[in-house]
């Protein structure tokens, strides 16, 4: 096991994610693409609502112990879809996000951040941001997933 060089957690921002609620069924996500897509107007709101599907099918196969949440300012592009999601269920959750800093470097680099990720999942429920060194922490009220 590789060891976990010195690092620290640097606040980035608050911010207001949608949940998607406790859901194990792709078939689930893909019916919400359909639900969705009537409120698109354009062919740009459907690329970056199938990028959105896209995303939930890869956290749903991950199998990740931390809830799927996107920005609410992320989902604005669906207008009224975005009430159809709190009627389906989304909830809205205090985000906080991080920057993981390693000493030394000015850039963390993968390999030293993977065993930091290994440490700070037993210590509190994150979702990594894409491959960057930024962190979702979720509030410690939330179910574990």
């Known amino acids: 096991m590789p060891a976990v060089k010195e690092f620290k957690l640097s606040l980035v921002k608050q911010d207001t994610h949608l949940r998607l609620p406790t859901v194990t069924s792709i078939i689930v996500v893909q019916n919400l693409y359909d639900i969705l897509f009537q409120y698109l107007i354009d062919a740009e709101q ?5 990028q ?9 196969k991950s199998k990740s112990r931390a809830p799927f949440s996107i920005p609410v ?4 592009f669906l ?4 009430e159809e999601l709190k009627l389906l269920n989304w909830a809205e959750v205090a985000v906080t996000v ?4 390693i000493a030394g470097q000015e850039q963390a680099l993968q390999e030293d951040l993977e065993p930091i990720f290994d440490l700070l999942q037993e210590l509190f429920t994150f979702k990594r941001v894409g491959e960057s060194d930024m962190i979702y922490v979720y509030p410690s ?5």
Do not use: N, Q, V
């Open 46 to 50: 459907e690329s970056r609502l199938k």
């Open 73 to 76: 300012e992320d989902l604005e």
């Open 52 to 60: 959105l599907i896209g995303l939930m099918e890869a956290h749903i």
């Open 98 to 101: 991080f920057r993981i800093e």
């Open 79 to 82: 207008g009224e879809g975005l």
């Open 141 to 145: 009220r939330l179910t574990m997933y």
